[in-house]
């Protein structure tokens, strides 16, 4: 089984940076694909970013393309999100996910459903 455990959340102010990690145990972790997800009161869990097993390969949501960018360390067992001009919006729990079956080296997963293993989330909050 793996376990994701997700750090760096906060309160920020709007327009300031937060970084999130995940660190990863249990498993492989060099053969995940992962993934990073967030959801706000009331509404459904939402795609922030994703990244292949080796890093090589980002894609980002239309909303945070720009403003966010997702690295890992493999040596480390961790995944990070970089967050950068923060806006009120953003404001979500924010989830690490990993699909522990990726085939290819450059997959990244945009759909929730594509990861089986789930982090317990970190809160992030910003003020206007």
């Known amino acids: 089984q793996v376990q994701l455990v997700e750090s760096g959340g906060g309160l920020v102010q709007a327009g300031g940076s937060l970084k999130l990690s995940c660190a990863a145990s249990?498993?492989?972790?060099?053969?995940?694909?992962m993934g990073w997800f967030r959801q706000a009161p009331g509404k459904e869990r939402e795609f922030v970013a994703g990244?292949?097993?080796?890093?090589?390969?980002?894609y980002y949501s239309d909303s945070v393309n720009g403003r966010f960018t997702s690295s890992r360390d493999n040596a480390k067992n961790t995944v990070y999100l970089q967050m950068n001009s923060l806006k009120p919006e953003d404001t979500a729990v924010y989830y690490c996910?990993?699909?522990?079956?990726?085939?290819?080296?450059?997959?990244?997963?945009?759909?929730?459903?594509?990861?089986?293993?789930w982090g317990q989330g970190t809160q992030v909050t910003v003020s206007s």
């Open positions: 996910a990993a699909k522990t079956l990726a085939l290819l080296h450059g997959q990244v997963f945009v759909t929730g459903n594509d990861y089986n293993y």
């Open positions: 249990g498993g492989t972790f060099e053969s995940y694909a």
């Open positions: 990244i292949s097993r080796r890093g090589g390969n980002t």
